[in-house]
Structures are given as C-alpha cells and as structure tokens.
Nanobody, 125 residues
Framework: QVQLVESGGGSVQAGGSLRLSCAAS????????LAWFRQAPGKEREGVAG????????LYGDSVKGRFTLSQDNAKETLYLEMNSLKPEDTGMYYC??????????????????WGQGTQVTVSS
C-alpha cells in the first residue's frame, strides 16, 4: 500500500503562486508514476502534471505548460508542484496520485490506484 498526503493549497489572486506538496509513504519503491490531477465542480478530473520515477521524466498538461513546474525531494519522498501565474481557471481540488504498474497514459485517472485526499486551490480574479 502507498499513502499520499497533499498540502499547500489555498486562496490567491490571479497572477499569484502556490506550491503544493505530495508526501508519499508505505511501499514507495513500487511507484512507477506520480501525478497531480485537479477537478473543478461539475468538470472531469484533469491531469495537470506527471512524474515518471525511473528517468525522472516530467510531463505537463497543455493548460499548465510554462506556468507549473514539478520538482522532487527523494530523501523526503515528496513531489512538489510549483504553480505560477495562476488563473481563475486553475481553481479546483488538486489530488496527488500514484501508479505502481508500468505503462499507460499518465493523464488518465483510471491508471492510478492510489490517491490522496486532495487540497483546494482557489484563484480569484
């Protein structure tokens, strides 16, 4: 089992920044892929950014490229999402997810078998 705990959400004005954290614990060596998803009310869950553990490959959704950046602290087993130039459309619940099997589409939420409880991000205009 893998446990994921998100933190760092909050309320900011448009143009502001936030940094989200996802702390992993448990069978972390089994993780192949970590990702951030978000979901706004009435909308489907959307892939924001993905991190392939082997090779440290970073992947981003089109709507956040150039604004959001992934980083990791291997010693703390924590994945960070630095969010800059935030827009009102970035508002939503942000979830960290882990996948322990190889392959699949990183931004398909059905690929993931572990999820955190989420952290709310609200961006006002």
């Amino acid at each position: 089992q893998v446990q994921l705990v998100e933190s760092g959400g909050g309320s900011v004005q448009a143009g502001g920044s936030l940094r989200l954290s996802c702390a992993a614990s448990g069978r972390t060596r089994s993780i192949y892929l970590l990702a951030w998803f978000r979901q706004a009310p009435g909308k489907e869950r959307e892939g924001v950014a993905g991190f392939v553990i082997r090779g440290a490959t970073k992947l981003y959704g089109d709507s956040v490229k150039g604004r959001f950046t992934l980083s990791q602290d291997n010693a703390k087993e924590t994945l960070y999402l630095e969010m800059n130039s935030l827009k009102p459309e970035d508002t939503g619940m942000y979830y960290c997810a882990a996948d322990d099997h190889y392959g699949g589409d990183w931004n398909d939420p059905r690929e993931y078998n572990y999820w955190g409880q989420g952290t709310q991000v609200t961006v006002s205009s």
